[in-house]
């Protein structure tokens, strides 16, 4: 796994910048909470070397509180919004389609 991450970050992702913040935060106890984390990200490669267009997303954390004080991110889920999917969760920011609550 190292190695393959080690690769894609000398190559593909050697150019790219990520930028993230936090859309919200849930806690589910006093130990849990789930946190959303919109990213974006520039200046990435196709494999051909190749500008990829930007690209944005959301991570969904679970996260655990440890005796120290500090927070681990226990379970993450990484998605890829870039294209149609990201118009729709934009709408949805706007309050459309509305969610009760």
Same mark, same amino acid.
């Given at each position: 796994m190292e190695a393959g991450t080690a690769r894609i970050? *000398? &190559?593909?992702?050697? &150019? %790219?910048? =990520? *930028?993230? $913040?936090?859309? %919200?935060?849930?806690f589910l106890g006093p130990r849990l909470a789930q946190v959303d984390v919109d990213w974006n990200m520039s200046g990435a490669r196709l494999p051909d070397g190749t500008l990829r267009?930007?690209? $944005?997303? !959301? !991570?969904?954390? #679970? =996260? #655990?509180?440890e #005796?120290?004080?500090s927070w681990l991110i226990e379970v993450m889920?990484?998605?890829?919004l870039t294209g149609h999917a990201a118009e729709l969760q934009r709408e949805e920011r706007k309050g459309y389609p509305h969610r009760p609550g």
């Open positions: 970050f *000398a &190559t593909v992702f050697k &150019t %790219s910048h =990520m *930028a993230a $913040q936090v859309r %919200s935060i849930r267009p930007d690209r $944005q997303g !959301l !991570l969904d954390w #679970a =996260m #655990a509180r #005796a120290d004080g889920h990484n998605t890829d």
